[in-house]
T-cell receptor, first 116, second 113 residues
Framework: SAVISQKPSRDICQRGTSLTIQCQVD?????MFWYRQQPGQSLTLIAT?????????ESGFVIDKFPISRPNLTFSTLTVSNMSPEDSSIYLC?????????????FGQGTRLTVV | GNSVTQMEGPVTLSEEAFLTINCTYT??????LFWYVQYPGEGLQLLLK?????DKGSNKGFEATYRKETTSFHLEKGSVQVSDSAVYFC????????????FGAGTRLFVKA
């Protein structure tokens, strides 16, 4: 299994500012994923963070709003830019481990963001 | 594309009642299937998984069987406890999706004493 540390665990931010969330994994992993969980909702994939190349974004998410870095195989950051109250959510980092289709996803504890 | 559909909640049961939460999926490949649980105020954790057709995943008294013919992965427990109150997410992952995990909407379970 993988142990994932995310920080900050929570923050309250002013609208118009940006917040960078860090994700550290205790082992090297090829792919890391960033999810958003809006209040009372399921998890929505924002993007796949690929080491050595640009992140791959899902429909509805763009790099200007959610820039992602992946400098090595154990670390990634997600920035939420120019925040508005609609960005208030839990943001989760995830990694996949396993071979073939038997991959299991592990999650950090999440960053609870409130934009005021 | 891949998707997961699960029954809407909330589901409210009395202690020791039988639980079923329905989950069906659509996938282009041969996915692995998962149930994740999120207890109040806690992070997401894996409850059980199945990686191929007819596999049964089980944990903490919960079971789910991978049914390829009906594209289903229903979660069951014979006797629920108050401590089972949580949100349950059905999910899938496969290689054609780059191993990313796709989640269902989640089903909130309340168990009354």
């Amino acid at each position: 299994s993988a142990v994932i540390s995310q920080k900050p665990s929570r923050d309250i931010c002013q609208r118009g500012t940006s917040l960078t969330i860090q994700c550290q994994v205790d082992s090297q992993v090829t792919m890391m994923f960033w999810y958003r969980q809006q209040p009372g909702q399921s998890l929505t994939l924002i993007a796949t963070a690929n080491q050595g190349s640009e992140a791959t974004y899902e429909s509805g998410f763009v790099i200007d709003k959610f820039p992602i870095s992946r400098p090595n195989l154990t670390f990634s950051t997600l920035t939420v830019s120019n925040m508005s109250p609609e960005d208030s959510s839990i943001y989760l980092c995830s990694v996949g481990q396993g071979a073939g289709t038997g991959t299991e996803a592990f999650f950090g504890q999440g960053t609870r963001l409130t934009v005021v | 594309g891949n998707s997961v559909t699960q029954m809407e909640g909330p589901v409210t049961l009395s202690e020791e009642a039988f639980l079923t939460i329905n989950c069906t999926y659509t996938a282009t490949g041969y996915p692995s299937l998962f149930w994740y649980v999120q207890y109040p105020g806690e992070g997401l954790q894996l409850l059980l998984k199945a990686t191929k057709a007819d596999d049964k995943g089980s944990n903490k008294g919960f079971e789910a069987t991978y049914r390829k013919e009906t594209t289903s992965f229903h979660l069951e427990k014979g006797s629920v406890q108050v401590s089972d109150s949580a949100v349950y997410f059905c999910a899938l992952s496969d290689s054609t999706g780059g191993f990313k995990t796709i989640f269902g909407a989640g089903t909130r379970l309340f168990v009354k004493a």
